[in-house]
């Protein structure tokens, strides 16, 4: 269903509009921890180490896919806050175009280096082949990623938080027991865990695009090019600063993996275990902090600015509500559901895993303000406030790894992340209050 965000209570618009997507994100995040769990369960801890050795590098390829997610959505949001259908749907169909393209290309690049990448992040030699051979399933379905990440940002941008959730708990669901029956009946290890993700991601793609041409069929409007430069450019500008912001995190993690790869495969697993739960976490608050943006675009190109500030307002508390109950379960109750991950002998993993959570947890208050901030200054197109706030934050994150690892060992490494969100929380606070996003226009 199309969502007009610019009318009505701004709390009730945006409760409404972000819960579906709070719920998917949850459902998409299953498809990482449900592969851990079962790898880690029915495999061993070795193999739960495989499937995280690889995380950071399949994180480089979802930073791109969610980068182009923002672009496209913000800007197609501008114009159908403004009522140009016909930018509206160029600027639809040279996203789907675009990332066409990219997503051949990426794969290929990843076939060819994904190897040389993980010899380059010291993977232990003991899951070496195993996380080769997750990594190039993984990567032979980019373009499901790619293609379902556009038609969210389409849906999304639509005022339509809905439509996705519904696929995603189709294809969680199916993930889940594809990654059974190919692990536990067919025996296939990791590959198992690898190809459940590609076949249910696949389908969730393919009916998410041709759900997304029936429903812009409805939409009317002149005759729009099928692709244009100049409305590239202009998603480009939001999509390549969200792309570098989130590359930026998967580099920062290929680093820090090194590093803790050279701790072994159990800390390794802990690690896996560990960051997949936080992932959770984070991409939760990043889920509402997207909705604020869709929610600013449509208003700021309704020239109705007044209303951002109370969207704001409402997305602190929408983020609170959410922050707070993670933040109490995790800390409290983070050994029970590390030890989901863990198979017999996985104690040390297990202990590592725990040490994690309890160090980030308490700091999830601080960093979901600022992914609230993040979402108004996307969704204005004040990006050059917006990567100050987050590459402080990343760069930050990356130093300190190594600099408290040599004091502490890996749990020095934990503890560099509480230091790096709390700057990026006060720069990106400092720039929304500062009232920069207001001066920012796209169309």
Known sequence: MITDMTEGKPSGVLWKFTIPMLVSVMFQQLYNIVDSIVAGKFVGVKALAAVGASYPITMIFMAVATGLNIGCSVVISLYFGAKEYKQMKCAISTSLLTVLGISAVLTALGLVFSRPLMTLLKTPEDIFSDSALYLNIYIGGLIFLFMYNICTGVFTALGDSRTPLYFLIASSLGNIVLDLVFVINFHMGVSGVAWATFLAQGL???????????RLKAVESKKYKLFSGSMLKKIMEIAIPSILQQSFISVGNLFVQGLINSYGSAVVAGYSAGMKINTFAI??????????SSFTAQNIGAQKTERVAKG?????IMVLSVAVPVFLLFFFGGRPIVE??????????????????KIVSPFYIIISLKL?????????GAMKAFMIATFSDLILRVVLAFVFSGI????????????GWLIGTALSLGFYFSGVWKKSRLI
């Open 283 to 292: 991409t939760s608050f990043t889920t509402l902090g997207n909705g604020l």
């Open 204 to 214: 969730s793609s393919v009916l998410a695009f041709f759900t997304l041409q029936k």
């Open 312 to 316: 704001f307002r409402s997305g602190v």
């Open 372 to 380: 609230i901030a993040d979402g108004i200054l996307r969704g204005a």
């Open 340 to 357: 989901l991950f863990m198979s017999e002998g996985g104690e040390r993993a297990a202990d590592v895993g725990v040490e994690f959570l």
């Open 408 to 419: 502490w060992q890996s749990t020095g490494i934990w503890l560099s992340w509480p230091v």
